[in-house]
């Protein structure tokens, strides 16, 4: 097994993400005792900071968003200790000379590398860590998303990438997966005798993924515009969560086993047409409403001007292998929804003959749904039949939930946060947690044939108003099946 990485080079490490997500995670892994021996962060932005000036607005940083309970004095100080700062703007040699002499006499140790910046700068960074003298066989890079905006600019990003690093140097982030509960999909399906010979078109009528949130732009107006919710939620953490649902068992649980079977999962998405969207995908735009009872503004009022980017869509999918024929996957995300949530739901068939009473009629029964809350709450609810408490001759069914909270669960363990997960598989180098090239373009290429359908179906967003589950048609969508989403 290699040795961790001793060097942490952050690119973009005054943006909001670093600050937020990527320093409170640095924080509590030095606080567990899970960084290496000698480590170093090396930060860097475009702006002009001295060390002292950088690490005062990181030890802020970690006072606002880490827990309460979490700060302390001792632990901060040792991580501002390790922290140094070097201004650095792609395309210049000078800037990057100057990163390369902060590394001197470390890059034997293992430098990974973070692009927490927009994609295009990608590959102008790695070209400057190259000429630099900066990309060894122990150089790592880590790249946040989006890694494109469709197939052919996904592609000349990771051509970019791919001339300086090799794809085992490579580490695509969707943070989704360095959630607790998106990594226990795994172990729910593979570690339980019960479900694994049920996971299939047999026994499952359909599966819906929702991922709600109850926010607008929030300063994204930038990148926000013009990529809309399937770009920014339905290509990355949609489908990866749709991939573990869907993937094969693989051999083992080891980077290449696993992201083999997730790319096969996703090479069998159908495509869709110019005909199939309008029956099997709906796109929306919020509109002025209320969420958590206060009022707020359409997506045009905040934009300052009318567009076509969708804040909401909803998807009737299928995938075309044996295990999965004819089962639809229901997807949707949006933004101003009346709850912030993630889960999935495994909605069984009904059993094929009923005992009680003529197909169950009058009896109470109902087909045993599955229920996954990945956020806010965790936990697993299995919903089944039960006979309600009585003298009657005839039996009557009531439907009762088996709970399992992870939260409660797993009380005396402390809930972390994503990145600390991810972070640390990019020191060591395991990338089972990240996302292949071919995973990527699989991706894009489903997601490819639904902008291309919208485009020549000319499909533009319906409005909705903020607080609701987006426009009615995606309520239809479902329920022309005979089925509901699970609100």
């Known amino acids: 097994m290699t040795e961790p990485s001793a060097t942490f080079l952050l690119f973009g490490a005054t943006g909001d993400l670093a600050h937020r997500m990527i320093f409170p995670s640095l924080y509590n892994l030095l606080a567990d005792g899970l960084l290496p021996h000698d480590f170093l962060i090396v930060a860097s932005g475009r702006t002009e900071f001295t060390d002292e000036q950088f690490r005062s607005d990181i030890d802020k940083a970690l006072r606002k968003f880490l827990a309460a309970d979490r700060y302390e ?13 070097q201004a650095v703007e792609a395309g210049k040699a000078d800037q990057f000379k100057a990163l390369a002499q902060r590394l001197d006499g470390r890059t034997d140790k293992g430098v990974a590398v973070y692009l927490s910046t927009p994609p295009s700068l990608f590959a102008p960074t790695a070209q400057g860590l190259a000429d630099a003298g900066i990309i060894t066989p122990k150089t790592r890079i880590a790249m946040e998303k989006p890694i494109g905006k469709d197939l052919a600019s996904s592609k000349e990003v990771n051509d970019g990438i791919g001339a300086l690093f090799a794809e085992d140097q490579i580490f695509r982030v969707d943070h989704y997966l360095g959630k607790e509960t998106v990594q226990n ?15 299939n078109a047999t026994a499952i009528g359909h599966v819906q993924i929702t991922v709600g949130e109850t926010v607008g732009l929030e300063g994204r107006v930038s990148y926000y515009d013009g990529v809309g919710a399937l770009r920014d939620m339905v ?12 993937m094969e068992p693989p051999a083992r649980m080891d980077p290449t086993a696993v992201r083999d079977e997730k790319v096969k999962a ?8 110019a005909e199939t969207v309008k029956t099997h995908s709906v796109r929306g735009q919020y509109t002025p409403g209320a969420v958590g009872g206060q009022i707020v503004t359409g997506y045009a009022d905040e934009l300052g ?3 076509e980017t969708e804040t909401f869509v909803a998807l009737k999918a299928f995938i075309d292998n044996w295990r999965w024929q004819g089962v639809p996957f229901y997807l949707r995300t949006g933004k101003r929804m ?4 993630s889960e999935i739901i495994i909605q069984f068939k009904p059993v094929r003959h009923s005992i009680f009473g003529r197909n169950g009629h009058g009896s109470g029964l109902e087909p045993n749904t599955m229920i996954i809350r990945l956020q806010p709450e965790e936990y697993i609810r299995l919903l089944i039949m039960s006979k309600r408490p009585g003298l009657e001759r005839e039996t009557h069914l009531k439907e009762v939930t088996l709970d399992v909270s992870l939260t409660a669960a797993f009380a005396g363990q402390r809930r972390r946060i994503a990145y600390e997960r991810l ?23 489903w997601i490819d044939s639904i902008i291309d359908g919208w485009k020549d179906a000319g499909m533009k967003p319906s409005p909705y108003s903020s607080g609701n589950w987006g426009p009615s048609s995606a309520i239809a969508l479902i329920e022309r099946d005979g089925a509901s989403w699970n609100d």
């Not at 004095?73 to 922290?83: F, G, H, P, S």
């Not at 999909?185 to 996971?199: D, I, Q, T």
């Not at 009346?338 to 949530?341: E, H, S, T, V």
């Not at 060591?428 to 290429?445: H, K, M, N, P, S």
């Open 338 to 341: 009346p709850a912030r949530q």
């Open 73 to 85: 004095a001792e632990t901060a100080n040792k991580l501002r200790d390790m922290i140094v700062y």
């Open 185 to 199: 999909l795994l172990a729910l399906r593979f570690g339980n005798v019960m479900f694994e010979p049920l996971w």
């Open 423 to 445: 972070i640390l598989d990019l020191l060591a180098g395991d990338q089972t947690l990240f996302v292949r090239r071919d995973e990527v373009e699989a991706q894009w290429i």
């Open 305 to 307: 001007k009318p567009s």
């Open 235 to 246: 290509q990355n953490h949609v489908l990866q969560i749709l991939s573990i649902i869907a």
């Open 266 to 273: 996703l090479r069998s998405l159908r495509p869709m047409t």
